[in-house]
């Protein structure tokens, strides 16, 4: 009798390193068959596929998600990416990794993520509009300031959250700044949301520094990555008297033992758009931005990017995690064998949920903070956060990595228990 095979569809790498990593911390805290299966699934999927009308007349139909990982913690919240390599199964990993960001930081808020497929610099602008509408109205029916909480991620922006609060508000008949953050000033954003990923790896530098003992005057640091959260992290650590030796873009990378200036570096970008070309240093490939011999390497780009192929390369004392999964599985365990410290992702980045949940709290009490208050504020949670994260790691003898997650997870696995199963 021939045997009937059943296909499973395959699971994208970021799906597959999301579960793996989730099941590392559930065999940690020994979780029951019923709670692995509740988290290891997203709680809610919306798929839409929705027309939009262009600028020559013609109608196309477009494809967007909106998943929530889990609220058990508080509404939804997480970024929008408009990418052509969006899919359901990256949109449901990424809900997660926000579920255990949330948490390692102690916001009361679930783990959410929404994508639309489309590459944003083919539309002109007011077929950007139309999109980011009509989605928002698609989407309507799950998000919400109390529900679900979007903010800019991969291809989105700040004119694109306000597109979406005003969709929002238009449906509702008033206002309802506080359905998306990152927004402008102008609208129900805070001050201080721009840096604040940055200025969060900083704050985590400042503390791993301490607690190693290594001083941040005259420490040297790569970034990979020269925009909104490699930029300013190369800046403000600059500014805390660190060395930094390299930075890259897509472009390729720039090296100077004895130091890049980044303001003059962020004036070239701004005039000449890349960083090939750009004086100061010498020309470096971002594989050997990776190679350097430096005390903290920061990579801030994108995913993917420390893996089994170059991991024994690295030379950096730490890494700091800037962008979401840049070090893969099997990097992460190369690195470790070669006593290269790694500050996470969810732990590392998450400058960016703080401010964004600060601009909420403001939204939904119509009064709004000084900047310095929104940074001392950020200082004390992500410093109190990096704390936990690193005594865990200690009395376990575990990796930063591991403590994170054995951290977020108790603390969702908490929430879903105390909450117990309804009806
Ligand atoms: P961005 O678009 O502002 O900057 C990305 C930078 O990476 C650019 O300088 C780009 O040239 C560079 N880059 C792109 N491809 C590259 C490649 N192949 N090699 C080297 N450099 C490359 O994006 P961003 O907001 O700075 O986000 C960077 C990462 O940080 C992403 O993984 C994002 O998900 C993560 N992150 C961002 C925030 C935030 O608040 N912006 C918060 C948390 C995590």
């Known amino acids: 009798m021939a045997q009937i095979v059943v296909k499973q569809p395959r699971a994208s790498e970021a799906l597959k390193t999301a579960l793996a990593q989730f099941d590392a911390a559930a065999d940690r805290l020994d979780l029951d068959d019923g709670i692995r299966a509740m988290l290891r699934a997203c709680k809610r999927e919306l798929s839409v596929h929705f027309p939009v009308q262009m600028d020559d007349g013609s109608v196309r139909v477009f494809t967007g998600y909106r998943v929530q990982?889990?609220?058990?913690?508080?509404?939804?919240?997480?970024?929008?990416?408009y990418n052509t390599n969006v899919d359901l199964d990256e949109v449901r990993a990424l809900a997660m990794w926000m579920t255990w960001k949330s948490a390692v930081v102690s916001l009361p808020y679930g783990g959410a993520k929404g994508g639309v497929i489309v590459n944003p610099r083919s539309l002109?602008?007011?077929?950007?509009?139309?999109?980011?509408?009509?989605?928002?109205?698609?989407?309507?029916?799950?998000?919400?300031?109390?529900?679900?909480?979007?903010?800019?991620?991969?291809?989105?922006?700040?004119?694109?959250?306000?597109?979406?609060?005003?969709?929002?508000?238009m449906h509702r008949g008033h206002t309802t700044a506080g359905v998306v953050t990152g927004k402008p000033v102008s609208v129900g954003g805070t001050l201080g949301r721009r840096e604040a990923t940055g200025r969060g790896l900083l704050f985590i530098i400042q503390e791993l520094a301490r607690e190693k003992g290594v001083s941040l005057e005259g420490s040297t640091v790569a970034v990979q990555g020269f925009g909104n959260v490699g930029a300013v992290a190369a800046q403000l650590l600059q500014q805390a008297g660190a060395t930094i030796v390299a930075v890259s873009d897509q472009s390729g990378g720039l090296y100077n033992a004895r130091g890049l200036r980044i303001e003059a570096l962020l004036s070239y970008q701004k005039d000449n758009g890349r960083l090939a070309t750009a004086p100061g240093g010498d020309h470096?490939?971002?594989?050997?931005?990776?190679?350097?011999?430096?005390?903290?390497?920061?990579?801030?780009?994108?995913?993917?990017?420390?893996?089994?192929?170059?991991?024994?390369d690295v030379k950096a004392r730490f890494v700091v995690e800037g962008a979401n999964g840049p070090t893969t599985s099997e990097a992460d365990a190369i690195?470790?064998?070669?006593?290269?410290?790694?500050?996470?992702?969810?732990?590392?980045n998450a400058g960016g949920v703080i401010v964004s949940y600060f601009e909420w709290v403001q939204d939904l009490q119509f009064y709004f903070w000084e900047e310095n208050e929104v940074n001392e504020r950020l200082h004390r949670v992500i410093t109190r956060a990096y704390r936990d994260v690193a005594s865990t790691a200690k009395e376990r003898g575990i990796s930063l990595r591991e403590a994170a997650m054995v951290l977020a997870v108790g603390r969702v696995v908490e929430a879903s228990r105390i909450r117990g199963i309804y009806p």
Not at 288 to 304: G, K, M, N, R, T
């Open 124 to 169: 002109s602008l007011g077929e950007l509009e139309n999109l980011t509408r009509r989605y928002a109205t698609e989407v309507s029916i799950i998000i919400g300031q109390n529900e679900d909480i979007p903010a800019p991620d991969m291809g989105t922006d700040g004119r694109i959250m306000a597109w979406i609060m005003d969709t929002i508000s």
């Open 69 to 81: 990982h889990n609220l058990a913690r508080g509404p939804g919240k997480g970024g929008l990416r």
């Open 284 to 312: 470096i490939t971002n594989q050997e931005l990776l190679a350097l011999p430096v005390d903290f390497l920061v990579p801030a780009a994108l995913e993917a990017q420390i893996t089994a192929e170059n991991a024994s």
């Open 335 to 348: 690195l470790a064998a070669n006593g290269v410290e790694i500050v996470p992702d969810i732990l590392a």
